[in-house]
């Protein structure tokens, strides 16, 4: 066979492999097997009563760049609620006027929470700027598998150093 003949068969094949990859992300082929799988769902007013519900989950965040390699400490607040049809988690981050927090928000947005034996994307934790009953929107997820943590199973955020 000639390359004029082979060509269009060429481009064909490697139109049916992107669409093949396509459909295969779009169904969680490539996903991270320990994750479980969750859906973001807004924020929520969180008031001053309500606050009291979320847990203080501290952690510790690494990030690097072209400025340098910065680590510091936070604290997330973190809730469970197992009560509805799905679990829902919502969390907030509060940032600091220095700009730290910032960076800890960046490290949120790669790190994994950990509820008991249960690993979550930390992706949903919303940075925020005021208190609880100002106008404070905390982030939320659903849980899309069946898992029901218990309400007070520890809590813990880790992940790797992200690049800023």
């Known amino acids: 066979m000639t390359v004029p003949r082979l060509l269009p068969w060429a481009i064909a094949l490697l139109f049916a492999v992107i669409v093949g990859f396509g459909v295969a992300m779009s169904?969680?082929?490539?996903?991270e097997p320990a994750l479980a799988r969750t859906d973001y769902i807004g924020t929520i007013d969180v008031t001053t009563d309500d606050a009291r519900l979320y847990r203080t989950v501290p952690f510790e965040w690494r990030v690097?760049?072209?400025?340098?390699s910065f680590k510091g400490r936070d604290e997330a607040h973190v809730r469970v609620d197992a009560s509805g049809e799905r679990t829902v988690i919502c969390g907030w981050l509060k940032i600091d006027k220095a700009g730290a927090s910032m960076r800890a928000s960046r490290w949120l947005s790669e790190a994994r929470l950990r509820i008991g034996d249960l690993v979550v994307?930390?992706?949903?934790?919303?940075?925020?700027?005021?208190?609880?009953?100002?106008?404070?929107?905390?982030?939320?997820a659903r849980l899309l598998d069946d898992a029901r943590p218990a309400d007070n199973a520890a809590l813990e955020l880790d992940g790797p150093p992200v690049h800023e």
Do not use: E, K, Q, Y
Request: with cysteine; hydrophobic share 45%.
């Open 27 to 31: 169904l969680g082929w490539f996903r």
């Open 64 to 68: 690097t760049g072209a400025a340098g």
């Open 121 to 140: 994307s930390a992706g949903f934790i919303a940075p925020v700027d005021t208190v609880p009953g100002n106008d404070l929107h905390a982030g939320c």
